[in-house]
């Protein structure tokens, strides 16, 4: 998520196109009988030096990362059979650093595109979708990874559960503002060549790796046979073992009638909003004339609210229960993309900044403590050893998902050009089906009983242990009774 901004300025240097003719395009201004650009200082400016119409820059690059995540997401669903089973089987801290080196790699291939250049645009393209092959493994392997970790870690409480999301949620937020933070002043300056900062990424990328390695342990639970000393062979190493794998988790989700209606909500919902994330910077910049530097002003805020609204995760799970909270959630980010959605319609430039950034502080609730939520009520009816491959079947569909419904986003709702309610349908769309995601979710928490929280013995077991007191049951007056006529 922090190179979302980079990436697009990136992306958009890369791209060029012939001299226009007058009437001049947004990015260029009359110079005799043609067009000249924009000078980079203009907050006018076309984002690229190889093309002077900003419009066509935002929406050829719109498109082209479109079909670039569609690729990431065929990648994930192909993986992902295999990433959940072995994250059961080989345990999770050599799938994490599995996901971490493939992250490296797409780094690397976007270094080469940048290094390419705008004048082999084809050759750009072409390394451009093999690094998203790499971050479509990586996402593969690293959210079902990265679930089954934290399930591992709250044993089975809801409220310890909760918490482990919710501290999930608070340092991917932290890492987000520092991301966007670091880049903004890169940004200001509107590079014409985006590959040093590739460098600087690559770097840290390799120091990560080399790092987890170092000091992540393993949270997997030992089986039995583990703990016999026998060795343990993975049954995700071939085809038919990694489809066995993911049909069993498949099944656990069919025969529990909660998540077989809550897979697809938990799926679709985090999907449409960050359709509308990533397409938050391409809108402003087009809609809101801002620059990119300006643009990445809400890869901060949206972090920095995430951490709060993280924080207030588990005390609002304890008061409301998880599921009534994700329904609160919804709404309020439903409600969000409809402002921001009618804002977009009006022709005052004040009214849709206004009511973008009020409707995307509503929306970001629904990015920061949706996926928590939806995890948190998946993982407390799956077993420990389960976690892995439920998981990656809900990275599956919601792959799916995005190869199917995703692209809606940036092909057909996303329209630059338009000055009407027709420019706020992305915001319009993601409402729609949150709202929708709110009804489903309210409907399946009534007719479906909730499962009996493990965690209560748990936890006072703990308190217990802690305290060195240990609570014997009184007997009942029948057993005394009976106790007494045995001594008579």
């Known amino acids: 998520m922090a190179t979302i901004d980079p990436l697009s300025a990136s992306m958009y240097s890369l791209v060029s196109c012939p001299e226009p003719l007058p009437p001049c395009p947004l990015g260029s201004r009359p110079s005799g009988d043609g067009c000249e650009p924009q000078p980079r200082a203009s907050a006018h400016w076309s984002l690229s030096a190889h093309c002077t119409d900003k419009q066509y820059v935002v929406r050829t690059v719109t498109r082209l990362k479109g079909w670039l995540r569609a690729m990431e997401q065929v990648v994930g669903i192909c993986l992902l059979p295999f990433a959940g089973a072995l994250a059961d089987n080989l345990g999770r801290k050599p799938m994490f650093i599995a996901s971490l080196c493939c992250h490296v790699v797409f780094v690397a291939f976007l270094l080469a595109a940048s290094l390419t250049g705008a004048s082999n645009w084809t050759i750009a393209q072409v390394l451009l979708a093999v690094g998203f092959v790499a971050c479509g493994a990586s996402n593969a392997i690293y959210h079902p990874t990265a679930s089954a970790m934290v399930a591992d870690l709250s044993r089975a409480s809801e409220r310890r559960r909760g918490d482990g999301y919710a501290a999930f949620g608070v340092v991917s937020n932290l890492s987000l503002v520092v991301g966007f933070g670091a880049m903004f002043p890169v940004l200001r300056m509107r590079l014409e060549d985006y590959s040093p900062m590739w460098c600087g990424f690559l770097g840290l990328g ?114 409301l229960g998880v599921n009534w909270l994700l329904v609160l959630v919804l709404i309020v980010a439903a409600t969000g993309g409809v402002v921001a959605g009618t804002g977009a319609a009006s022709p005052r430039r004040e009214i849709r900044e206004v009511c973008f950034w009020v409707g995307m502080s509503m929306v970001s609730i629904g990015k920061s403590l949706v996926d928590p939520c939806a995890r948190t009520i998946i993982s407390m009816r799956v077993e420990a050893h389960h976690q892995g491959n439920v998981f990656a079947f809900l990275q599956l569909v919601s792959s799916l998902f995005h190869v199917s419904l995703g692209l809606l986003w940036p092909e057909v709702f996303f329209e630059p050009r338009s000055h009407s309610w027709r420019r706020g349908a992305i915001f319009f769309a993601t409402a729609t089906v949150l709202a929708v995601s709110a009804i489903c979710v309210v409907a399946m928490t009534k007719s479906t009983p909730k499962p009996v929280d493990n965690g209560s013995s748990a936890d006072s077991s703990d308190e217990e242990s802690e305290s060195g007191e240990h609570h014997v049951p009184e007997s009942s007056d029948d057993e005394k009774s009976s106790s007494a006529a045995n001594v008579s």
């Open 206 to 319: 390799v120091v990560a790796v080399l790092m987890n390695a170092w000091i992540l342990r393993e949270t997997c639970p030992r089986t039995p046979k583990e703990a016999t000393g026998d060795s343990v062979q993975p049954r995700a190493c071939s085809c038919r073992g990694a489809v066995a794998e993911l049909t069993a988790g498949c099944k656990i989700v069919w025969r529990d009638p909660l998540l077989r209606v809550f897979f697809p909500i938990a799926a679709i919902a985090p999907m449409s909003i960050m359709s509308v994330v990533v397409l938050q910077s391409a809108y402003q910049v087009v809609a809101l004339g801002y620059g990119n530097a300006r643009a990445s002003i809400t890869g901060v805020a949206m972090p920095l609210q995430g951490v709060l609204y993280s924080m207030l995760m588990s005390p609002l799970i304890r008061r």
